[in-house]
């Protein structure tokens, strides 16, 4: 059975740093490309970041570049969203999940459906 737990999110200033993580079982973690997303209320879900299942390419939205940064530790099975210098817009639930394709425009695409209940990150202005 796979699961995944996404942990670290909390109430931070802007400004603030926060680090999320997304633990996964019950599946070959570094077979898969992963994926960060996030949901505001009243909004669409929006890709934030992708790394590819070799740790060569990633993928951040505009709206992140530069502030967040993706990484994973295989031998933990655990993937991590560095954010810095969040903004109140960066206020939502995010989310990880696994994916099967991977392009530099659009990220990664084809997801497994694997979902965690998500952590919430709130950033006050």
């Known amino acids: 059975q796979v699961q995944v737990v996404e942990s670290g999110g909390g109430l931070v200033q802007t400004g603030g740093s926060l680090r999320l993580s997304c633990t996964a079982s019950?599946?070959?973690?570094?077979?898969?490309?992963w994926v960060w997303f996030r949901q505001a209320p009243g909004k669409e879900r929006e890709e934030i970041s992708c790394?590819?299942?070799?740790?060569?390419?990633?993928y951040y939205a505009a709206s992140v570049k530069g502030r967040f940064t993706v990484s994973r530790d295989v031998a933990k099975n655990t993937l991590y969203l560095e954010m810095n210098n969040l903004k109140p817009e960066d206020t939502a639930m995010y989310y990880c999940?696994?994916?099967?394709?991977?392009?530099?425009?659009?990220?990664?695409?084809?997801?497994?459906?694997?979902w965690g209940q998500g952590t919430q990150v709130t950033v006050s202005s």
């Open positions: 790394l590819t299942s070799d740790n060569a390419d990633t």
């Open positions: 019950g599946l070959r973690f570094g077979s898969y490309h």
């Open positions: 999940t696994a994916a099967h394709h991977f392009t530099e425009n659009r990220g990664c695409t084809q997801l497994s459906g694997f």
